[in-house]
């Protein structure tokens, strides 16, 4: 089996965790599975920011089906934007 065989699927995070370690729900075709998913290189040194809700396309592997990693965020239409430096709750 090569080694860049991925299993691509979309998801939504339910739960942020410590370390930047999401869960993430995975789609019906999966039945209905939590995994746990940790953030992509480029995501970080973009500073792509996960709140629970979002949804989010996973890489997994075909040997280990309960851990992933998150690639890319959608956008979503109801969500505001969120942008680098901005600081909503500051006034």
Not at 42 to 70: A, C, F, H, S, W
Request: hydrophobic share 35%; glycine share 6%; aromatic share 6%.
């Amino acid at each position: 089996m090569p080694k860049d065989d991925k299993i691509e699927v979309e998801g939504k995070v339910l739960k942020a965790l410590p370390w930047a370690i999401f869960e993430v729900e995975l789609p019906e075709a999966f039945s209905n599975m939590v995994i746990r998913a940790y953030v992509s290189g480029k995501m970080q040194k973009n500073r792509i920011q996960l709140i629970p809700g979002d949804t989010v396309t996973i890489e997994l592997t075909p040997y280990d089906l309960t851990r992933g990693r998150i690639t890319f965020r959608k956008p979503n239409a109801n969500a505001p934007v969120r942008t680098q430096g901005q600081n909503n709750n500051r006034r």
